[in-house]
């Protein structure tokens, strides 16, 4: 997992936004940059970025259809997983429809998005700046 400082270990924050992208996608990697710049302007986030080929097994039997796909998550509880068109405004938007209500997209959960989280909550991937993601 390829993740980046975001002031907070995810063991600690609140938040946690995890970009699951591939490599070969063009997409995700014009949005990398915008991903980055997010993370940087919201240190009491913990962003992450996993590439779901490179950790297929930490994906496990979740599908990406749509690239970039996000997984927002407070504490132990997924808020939202799914395509995001890859502008920092959408982000900044779905952030703050989360933050003042965090069950809004439950209804709409893909199946797998909680197993989904687990896994990679237990993946002891490194975090850049010290920690793990947990």
Same mark, same amino acid.
């Given at each position: 997992?390829?993740?980046?400082?975001?002031?907070?270990?995810?063991?600690?924050?609140?938040?946690?936004?995890?970009?699951?992208?591939?490599?070969?996608?063009?997409?995700?990697?014009?949005?990398?940059?915008?991903?980055?710049?997010?993370?940087?302007?919201?240190?009491?986030?913990?962003?992450?970025?996993?590439?779901?080929?490179?950790h297929a097994d930490t994906a496990g039997d979740f599908?990406?259809?749509?690239? @970039?796909?996000?997984?927002? +998550?407070?504490?132990? /509880?997924?808020?939202?997983?799914?395509?995001?068109? $890859?502008?920092?405004?959408? !982000?900044?938007?779905?952030?703050?429809?989360?933050?003042?209500?965090?069950?809004?997209?439950?209804?709409?959960? @893909?199946?797998?998005?909680? +197993?989904?989280?687990? /896994?990679?909550?237990?993946?002891?991937?490194?975090? $850049?700046?010290?920690?793990? !993601?947990?």
């Amino acid at each position: 997992m390829n993740g980046f400082p975001s002031g907070r270990p995810a063991s600690v924050a609140t938040w946690t936004v995890v970009c699951l992208c591939a490599e070969w996608c063009g997409v995700c990697r014009d949005y990398r940059p915008i991903f980055q710049r997010m993370a940087a302007a919201s240190p009491d986030t913990a962003w992450h970025w996993l590439d779901v080929e490179d950790h297929a097994d930490t994906a496990g039997d979740f599908d990406v259809e749509t690239f @970039p796909c996000l997984l927002v +998550a407070q504490g132990e /509880r997924v808020c939202f997983l799914g395509p995001l068109t $890859p502008h920092a405004s959408v !982000l900044q938007r779905l952030l703050q429809t989360l933050r003042e209500d965090p069950a809004s997209s439950r209804a709409s959960m @893909p199946d797998g998005a909680d +197993a989904l989280w687990r /896994r990679i909550r237990a993946a002891s991937y490194p975090i $850049p700046g010290g920690g793990r !993601l947990a």
